[in-house]
Each structure stands twice: as C-alpha cells, then as structure tokens.
C-alpha cells in the first residue's frame, strides 16, 4: 500500500511541474515575449502554479481515473 502510495505522489509531482512548467512559460512568453525578465517573471509564475496543480492532481487523479475506468466499461 505505501508503495503505491508513493508511487502516486511521485506521478503527480512529475505531472504537474511538467504541466504548470509549460502552461506558465507559454502564458508568460505570450504577455511579456522572450525579454529580459522571462524567466525571472516564468519562475514567479511557476512558483505560483506548481503548488496549486500539485495539490489538485493529488486530490483529483483518483476520483477522475475511476471516472475514465466507469466511461470505458
């Protein structure tokens, strides 16, 4: 149990810096363009986002794949 426990933390943390990582730097590359402060206002950004998807995908992927697994059934 803790093994899969684990394992579903470590597939959200990677899921969701992967996706708050490109969804912030395409935002932010779309407002301010690839200038100088880019990655200072990217990471800003990120910092913000990453937490938030973290927790959501904590919380959400086990009630959305039941969901998926109930569709395909």
């Not at 426990?5 to 899921?15: A, D, G, K, Q, R």
């Not at 935002?27 to 959501?56: C, H, K, M, Q, R």
Request: charged letters at 10%.
């Amino acid at each position: 149990m803790q093994q899969k426990i684990l394992t579903h933390c470590i597939y959200c943390l990677m899921m969701s810096a992967t996706m708050t990582g490109c969804v912030s730097a395409t935002v932010t590359a779309v407002n301010l363009g690839f200038s100088d402060a880019f990655i200072n206002e990217w990471l800003y950004s990120w910092s913000i986002a990453f937490p938030i998807g973290f927790a959501l995908l904590l919380l959400l992927s086990p009630l959305f794949r039941r969901i998926v697994d109930s569709m395909i059934r």
